[in-house]
């Protein structure tokens, strides 16, 4: 059964860039497209981008200035940074796997606070 | 301002039924990409709950069911249980923005 967990910082500096690992376990990332997914405390959920072990790569047109989404094959993970990053950047970040549309499959989510 | 639009809250008794709608436009449900719906229950990530519009993904009850029509879709929970309390979400694809997309969220609240 696969498995995702997310890992990194829990409070970044305004300005600064966040950075978040996903370790994918119990299938390989190459099978897949993977996803990473915001949602700010007490809102809606927003798709970053999402990436296929390939490189190939597609950002939130929102974000796309900020963010760059990368895979390492040889450690089945994948990864996030948000440069410049604001208050309104404060959220749970969640991976997910991505079937064909959806998103079957996802972590259980880390909160990074954007403060001083 | 999500793409796709759900009503914020809805309310109902245990036993009844409930709808919740996601209207869209021409680039994203209207052009006929799938729609899909998560289960957020408090504290939790989504969960997959209906994908490609009506399937229901391995060890979801039956009670929950999805259609699609036009630019809007629709998931219904019938025999509402106190443990569908949650946060539901629907996604779908948009050409417009090439990308994928939510809507806003809908709190069901069992009386």
């Known amino acids: 059964q696969v498995q995702l967990q997310e890992s990194g910082p829990g409070l970044v500096k305004p300005s600064e860039t966040l950075s978040l690992t996903c370790t994918v376990s119990g299938d390989s990332i190459s099978n897949y497209y993977w996803t990473w997914i915001r949602q700010p405390p007490g809102k809606g959920l927003e798709c970053i981008g999402y990436i296929y072990y390939s490189g190939f790569t597609n950002y939130n047109p929102s974000l796309k200035s900020r963010v760059t989404i990368s895979v390492d094959t040889s450690k089945n993970q994948l990864s996030l940074k948000l440069s410049s990053v604001t208050a309104a950047d404060t959220a749970v970040y969640y991976c997910?796997?991505?079937?064909?549309?959806?998103?079957?499959?996802w972590g259980q989510g880390t909160l990074v606070t954007v403060s001083s | 301002q999500s793409v796709l639009t759900q009503p914020p809250s809805v309310s109902g008794a245990p036993g009844q039924r409930l709808t919740i709608s996601c209207t869209g436009s021409s680039s994203n449900i209207g052009a006929g990409y799938d729609v899909n719906w998560y289960q957020q229950l408090p504290g939790t990530a989504p969960k997959l709950l209906i994908y490609?519009?009506?399937i229901r993904p391995s060890g979801v009850p039956d009670r929950f069911s999805g259609s699609k029509s036009g630019t809007s879709a629709s998931l219904a929970i019938t025999g509402l249980q106190a443990e569908d309390e949650a946060d539901y979400f629907c996604?779908?694809?948009?050409?417009?923005?090439?990308?994928?997309?939510f809507g806003s969220g809908t709190k069901v609240t069992v009386l």
């Open positions: 996604q779908s694809y948009d050409s417009s923005l090439s990308g994928y997309v």
């Open positions: 997910a796997r991505s079937n064909r549309g959806w998103f079957d499959t």
């Open positions: 490609a519009n009506s």
